[in-house]
Protein backbone atom coordinates (compact mmCIF):
# COMPACT_ATOMS: atom_id res chain seq x y z
CA UNK A 1 0.00 0.00 0.00
CA UNK A 2 1.21 3.66 -0.58
CA UNK A 3 0.19 7.00 0.86
CA UNK A 4 1.39 10.05 -0.68
CA UNK A 5 1.17 13.03 1.33
CA UNK A 6 1.45 16.81 -0.58
CA UNK A 7 2.56 20.19 0.78
CA UNK A 8 4.25 23.20 0.43
CA UNK A 9 1.44 24.81 -1.30
CA UNK A 10 0.27 28.11 -1.00
CA UNK A 11 -0.50 32.14 -2.29
CA UNK A 12 2.41 33.48 -3.84
CA UNK A 13 2.65 36.59 -6.21
CA UNK A 14 3.91 35.95 -9.64
CA UNK A 15 7.75 35.87 -10.39
CA UNK A 16 7.86 33.90 -6.69
CA UNK A 17 9.12 30.81 -6.04
CA UNK A 18 7.64 27.46 -4.15
CA UNK A 19 8.68 24.29 -3.59
CA UNK A 20 6.14 21.26 -3.26
CA UNK A 21 7.11 18.38 -1.47
CA UNK A 22 5.53 14.75 -1.30
CA UNK A 23 6.01 12.34 1.31
CA UNK A 24 5.36 8.78 0.56
CA UNK A 25 4.59 6.11 3.35
CA UNK A 26 6.40 3.08 1.55
CA UNK A 27 8.35 0.16 1.71
CA UNK A 28 10.72 0.53 -1.06
CA UNK A 29 10.40 4.19 -2.10
CA UNK A 30 12.75 3.35 -5.36
CA UNK A 31 10.35 0.88 -6.47
CA UNK A 32 8.01 3.50 -7.79
CA UNK A 33 8.23 6.39 -10.74
CA UNK A 34 6.99 9.37 -9.46
CA UNK A 35 5.20 12.31 -10.98
CA UNK A 36 3.73 15.60 -10.24
CA UNK A 37 0.02 16.73 -12.31
CA UNK A 38 -1.90 19.66 -11.47
CA UNK A 39 -5.52 20.15 -12.23
CA UNK A 40 -6.99 23.47 -12.75
CA UNK A 41 -10.75 24.67 -12.19
CA UNK A 42 -12.86 23.20 -14.91
CA UNK A 43 -9.81 21.78 -16.45
CA UNK A 44 -8.26 18.29 -17.24
CA UNK A 45 -5.39 17.04 -14.84
CA UNK A 46 -2.56 17.50 -17.28
CA UNK A 47 1.27 15.75 -16.28
CA UNK A 48 3.57 18.41 -14.71
CA UNK A 49 6.93 16.31 -14.45
CA UNK A 50 7.56 12.77 -13.85
CA UNK A 51 10.93 11.13 -12.66
CA UNK A 52 12.58 7.74 -12.87
CA UNK A 53 12.77 5.40 -9.63
CA UNK A 54 16.36 5.53 -9.12
CA UNK A 55 18.46 7.11 -11.56
CA UNK A 56 16.70 10.63 -11.30
CA UNK A 57 15.83 11.16 -14.90
CA UNK A 58 13.46 13.11 -15.40
CA UNK A 59 11.33 15.58 -17.97
CA UNK A 60 8.98 18.42 -18.12
CA UNK A 61 5.72 19.58 -19.85
CA UNK A 62 6.50 22.26 -22.09
CA UNK A 63 4.33 24.95 -20.04
CA UNK A 64 6.69 24.59 -17.30
CA UNK A 65 10.03 23.16 -18.63
CA UNK A 66 12.86 25.96 -17.34
CA UNK A 67 10.91 26.68 -14.51
CA UNK A 68 10.32 23.74 -12.67
CA UNK A 69 12.52 21.26 -11.31
CA UNK A 70 11.68 17.89 -10.04
CA UNK A 71 14.07 15.88 -7.94
CA UNK A 72 13.55 13.04 -5.31
CA UNK A 73 15.31 11.93 -1.96
CA UNK A 74 14.80 8.39 -1.80
CA UNK A 75 16.33 8.20 1.74
CA UNK A 76 13.75 10.33 2.76
CA UNK A 77 11.13 9.06 0.47
CA UNK A 78 10.17 12.50 -0.62
CA UNK A 79 9.48 13.84 -4.27
CA UNK A 80 10.06 17.59 -4.93
CA UNK A 81 9.27 20.07 -7.05
CA UNK A 82 10.80 23.43 -7.15
CA UNK A 83 9.00 25.91 -9.03
CA UNK A 84 10.29 29.11 -9.72
CA UNK A 85 9.16 32.59 -11.93
CA UNK A 86 5.87 31.32 -10.71
CA UNK A 87 3.10 32.68 -13.53
CA UNK A 88 -1.23 32.89 -12.41
CA UNK A 89 -1.47 30.34 -15.34
CA UNK A 90 0.39 28.07 -12.84
CA UNK A 91 -2.62 28.22 -10.76
CA UNK A 92 -4.28 24.97 -9.45
CA UNK A 93 -4.24 21.87 -7.11
CA UNK A 94 -1.46 19.87 -7.52
CA UNK A 95 -1.19 16.01 -6.93
CA UNK A 96 1.70 13.66 -6.69
CA UNK A 97 1.63 10.46 -8.26
CA UNK A 98 3.36 7.07 -8.10
CA UNK A 99 3.61 4.44 -10.38
CA UNK A 100 5.28 0.83 -10.43
CA UNK A 101 5.06 1.00 -14.25
CA UNK A 102 7.00 2.76 -15.97
CA UNK A 103 8.13 6.27 -16.66
CA UNK A 104 5.40 7.83 -17.42
CA UNK A 105 3.29 11.52 -18.64
CA UNK A 106 0.28 9.78 -18.48
CA UNK A 107 -2.54 9.92 -15.41
CA UNK A 108 -3.98 7.16 -15.85
CA UNK A 109 -0.69 4.99 -15.46
CA UNK A 110 -0.23 5.98 -11.77
CA UNK A 111 -1.20 3.39 -9.65
CA UNK A 112 -1.69 6.45 -6.49
CA UNK A 113 -2.40 9.98 -5.80
CA UNK A 114 -1.83 12.28 -3.51
CA UNK A 115 -4.72 14.13 -2.17
CA UNK A 116 -3.40 17.72 -3.68
CA UNK A 117 -1.85 20.77 -3.04
CA UNK A 118 -3.79 24.37 -3.83
CA UNK A 119 -1.30 26.54 -5.22
CA UNK A 120 -2.42 29.80 -5.99
CA UNK A 121 -0.25 32.36 -7.85
CA UNK A 122 -1.62 36.11 -8.06
CA UNK A 123 -0.71 38.96 -9.94
Same mark, same amino acid.
Given at each position: ?? $???? !?????V?????? +?? *???? *???? =???????? =? $?Q????? +?? =?????? +???? $?????? *???? $? =??????? /???T?????N?????????? &??? /????? &? !? &????? &?????Q????????
Amino acid at each position: QV $RLVE !SGGGLVQAGDSL +RL *SCAA *SVRT =FSSYAMGW =F $RQAPGKE +RE =FVAPIS +RTVG $RSDYAD *SVKG $R =FTISRDN /AKNTVYLQMNSLKTEDTAVY &YCA /ATTGS &Y !S &YRTWE &YNYWGQGTQVTVSS
